[in-house]
Nanobody, 123 residues
Framework: QVQLVESGGGLVQPGGSLRLSCAAS????????MGWYRQAPGKERELLAT???????NYADSVKGRFTISRDNAKNTVYLQMNSLKPEDTAVYYC?????????????????WGQGTQVTVSS
């Protein structure tokens, strides 16, 4: 199994910045796509950004131009740089990874979720 651990959330004023990190560990053969999602109270989980193992990225319109996803393959870590934060960005942020396990990499693929980190944008 592969575990994901997010960090970097917190309270920030409108217009401020935060950088989230998500580190993967466990029986990793290869991590393919990684992504960031968020879920605000009473709303569905929203896909924010994805990044392939080669570094290609995609963003939701709601965060394009303000958020940047990146990854360090050597550290099995994905980041989300969030700038120009707005109160409506307040949510629990989750990372996700599609991966191959060392036990059965040739026959199966899995995805894993982190536990979430709270981001609150408020003055």
């Amino acid at each position: 199994q592969v575990q994901l651990v997010e960090s970097g959330g917190g309270l920030v004023q409108p217009g401020g910045s935060l950088r989230l990190s998500c580190a993967a560990s466990g029986s990793i053969f290869r991590i393919n796509d990684m992504g960031w999602y968020r879920q605000a109270p009473g709303k569905e989980r929203e896909l924010l950004a994805t990044i392939t193992s080669g570094g290609s990225t995609n963003y939701a319109d709601s965060v394009k131009g303000r958020f940047t996803i990146s990854r360090d393959n050597a550290k099995n870590t994905v980041y989300l740089q969030m700038n120009s934060l707005k109160p409506e960005d307040t949510a629990v942020y989750y990372c996700n990874a599609d991966y191959l396990d060392t036990a059965d990499w040739a026959t199966a693929a899995y995805d894993s979720w982190g536990q979430g980190t709270q981001v609150t944008v408020s003055s």
